[in-house]
C-alpha cells in the first residue's frame, strides 16, 4: 500500500512560481511511475505530467509544456511539480499519483492517488 501526501499549493499571482511535492509513504518508490493531475472547478480532471520510475523520462501535457518540470528524489521518495510562469487557468486542486511500471496518461491506470493540494492564480 502506497500513500501519497501532497503539499506546496497557494494562492499565488500570475506569472508567480510554486513547487509542489509527493511524498510517498513507502519503503521505495523506485518501482513506481509518479503523475501529477489537476481539476478546475466544473471541469473534468486532467492530466498534468509524469515522470518514469527512474526519472529518466518525463511527459507533460501541451497546456503546461515549458511552464511546469516534474522530476523526482526517489532518495525522499518525493516527486515535485515545479510550475512557472502560473497563469489563472492553472488554478484547480493538484493530485499526485503513483502507478507501478511504466506511466501513462490516464488517471483510471493509476492505483495510488494523494488527497490533492489547492493551486490558485490569481490574475
Known amino acids: 500500500q502506497v500513500q501519497l501526501v501532497e503539499s506546496g499549493g497557494g494562492l499565488v499571482q500570475a506569472g508567480a512560481s510554486l513547487r509542489l511535492s509527493c511524498a510517498a509513504s513507502?519503503?521505495?518508490?523506485?518501482?513506481?511511475?509518479g503523475a501529477w493531475f489537476r481539476q478546475a472547478p466544473g471541469k473534468e480532471r486532467e492530466f498534468v505530467a509524469a515522470?518514469?520510475?527512474?526519472?529518466?523520462?518525463?511527459h507533460y501535457a501541451d497546456s503546461v509544456k515549458g511552464r511546469f518540470t516534474v522530476s523526482r528524489d526517489n532518495a525522499k521518495n518525493t516527486v515535485y511539480l515545479q510550475m512557472k510562469r502560473l497563469k489563472p487557468e492553472d488554478t484547480a486542486i493538484y493530485y499526485c499519483a503513483a502507478k507501478t511500471y511504466g506511466f501513462t496518461i490516464k488517471g483510471e491506470d493509476y492505483d495510488y492517488w494523494g488527497q490533492g493540494t489547492q493551486v490558485t492564480v490569481s490574475s
Open positions: 513507502v519503503r521505495t518508490f523506485i518501482p513506481y511511475a
Open positions: 515522470i518514469s520510475y527512474s526519472g529518466g523520462t518525463m
